[in-house]
C-alpha cells in the first residue's frame, strides 16, 4: 500500500463499550491523510491554517469487519487517487494483527476558500497523488512477483 501510519488505540477513542466509537475512525483516518501530507513535504502549518484552497471531504464512509479496542496497534493503510480534475478519494485500510478490521473512503473536493467554488487541484496536491499512485503500484509489482 502507498502509505502506513501506525496508531495505537487510546481510551479516549472508545466508546461505554469498550471498543473504538464509530466517528473516531474517521478521525484516525484523517491523522493518517495528515501524516502522509507530511510525509511527502507538505507543510501542514502552512496546508490548512491560511490556504487559498480549501479541501472540504464531501463523502465518508467506514464499514466495520472487527471491533477494536483501547491498546490495539493499527495500521491505517492510506491509498489516495485522483477521481477527477477537481476531486480526489482516500481509501484506508486499517489493520490490526495482520486483519482489516475495518475499511473507510473519504471523498475531498478543492474548492477557492474565498468563493467556495471548485476549482482544479492545485500542484503540490497533484505530486502528492502522483507519489503515492507510483508507491501502490511499485507495492502491486512486488506482490505479484513474490506469487509467481
Same mark, same amino acid.
Given at each position: $500500500? ?16 469498550? #471498543? !473504538? ?7 484516525? =483516518?484523517?491523522?493518517?491523510?495528515? @501524516?502522509?501530507?507530511? +510525509?511527502?513535504? !507538505? ?24 471491533? *477494536?479496542? =483501547?491498546?490495539?496497534?493499527?495500521? #491505517?493503510?492510506? $491509498?489516495?487517487?485522483? #477521481?477527477? !480534475?477537481?476531486?480526489? @478519494? ?5 489493520? !490490526? +494483527?495482520? $486483519? ?9 473536493? =478543492? ?18 497523488? @502522483? ?7 511499485? *507495492? ?9
Amino acid at each position: $500500500m502507498a502509505f502506513n501510519y501506525n496508531r495505537t488505540v487510546h481510551f479516549q477513542d472508545t466508546d461505554a463499550a469498550g #471498543v !473504538v466509537y464509530f466517528a473516531n475512525v474517521l478521525a484516525i =483516518c484523517h491523522e493518517a491523510y495528515e @501524516e502522509s501530507l507530511g +510525509a511527502s513535504g !507538505v507543510n501542514l502549518k502552512e496546508f490548512f491554517s491560511n490556504p487559498s484552497v480549501a479541501f472540504p471531504i464531501v463523502h465518508a464512509s467506514v464499514d466495520f469487519f472487527r471491533p *477494536m479496542f =483501547c491498546g490495539d496497534k493499527l495500521i #491505517v493503510r492510506l $491509498m489516495p487517487q485522483k #477521481v477527477g !480534475v477537481e476531486k480526489f @478519494e482516500i481509501n484506508y485500510e486499517i489493520v !490490526v +494483527a495482520d $486483519m482489516v478490521v475495518a475499511k473507510a473512503i473519504t471523498r475531498h473536493v =478543492c474548492i477557492d476558500a474565498n468563493s467556495r467554488h471548485k476549482r482544479d487541484l492545485p500542484e503540490q496536491i497533484l505530486e502528492w497523488l @502522483e507519489a503515492n499512485r507510483k508507491d501502490a503500484e511499485n *507495492m502491486e509489482r512486488r506482490k505479484s512477483r513474490e506469487v509467481i
